[in-house]
């Protein structure tokens, strides 16, 4: 994979749409970025599947739209993994399909049912600020929750803790990036 990073960091173009690709040759993720090795390292910063990344595949674009329009339809025919936006919602049982959107309702009413507030949620979904939760539970124009954040509060809402889960009386400093 190092040598594909270091070709596609060759720019011609301020607009790629990319490819991630597990090792098995299933597509994990299709994105837009002026700066595919930036867009590379805030994947396997923030991204859980980014380890499985095995190949990836970039095409250049002459404007953003472009690149825009292609990867929505990219989405909705090749159906990545882990994209959310342009996918099925959550709870849509066709089976092998991609998941969707969680509504920032709902988002909201899974953290108070844990009584954990943005801060806790942040630290035990391993962002860097509180902003980003509140950036989900806005009521104007709330920012898409990505579809592996979804399933992790559908599962913290059915009763699953990680072992560093914030405990009423532990101070939430405690929780470990």
């Known amino acids: 994979m190092k ?16 490819r991630h690709i597990d090792a098995g040759g299933s597509l994990l993720y299709v994105g837009v970025t002026s ?14 599947w980014a380890e499985d990344i095995a190949d990836i595949k970039v095409e250049c674009f002459p404007t953003r739209e ?9 989405i909705e025919t090749e159906r990545p993994r ?13 089976e092998g399909e991609a998941t ?16 954990l507030t943005q801060a806790q949620l942040s ?12 950036t989900y539970e806005r009521d104007k124009n709330p920012r898409q929750i990505p579809t592996h954040v979804a399933l992790l509060m559908e599962a913290y809402r059915d ?19």
């Open 3 to 18: 040598d594909t990073v270091q070709a596609i960091g060759q720019k011609t173009s301020d607009a790629f749409l990319y």
């Open 35 to 48: 700066d595919t090795e930036r867009r590379l390292y805030q994947h396997k910063l923030y991204s859980p």
């Open 66 to 74: 472009d690149a825009l329009a292609a990867e929505r339809k990219a």
């Open 82 to 94: 882990f994209n959310s936006t342009y996918s099925f919602p959550l709870g849509d049982s066709r």
């Open 100 to 115: 969707g959107a969680m509504t920032a309702s709902v988002f909201k009413a899974i953290r108070h049912k844990l009584r």
């Open 123 to 134: 630290r035990v979904l391993r962002y860097e600020t509180a902003l980003t939760v509140s």
């Open 159 to 177: 009763g699953y803790r990680p072992a560093d889960w914030p405990l009423p009386g532990r101070p939430t400093t405690s929780i470990q990036p």
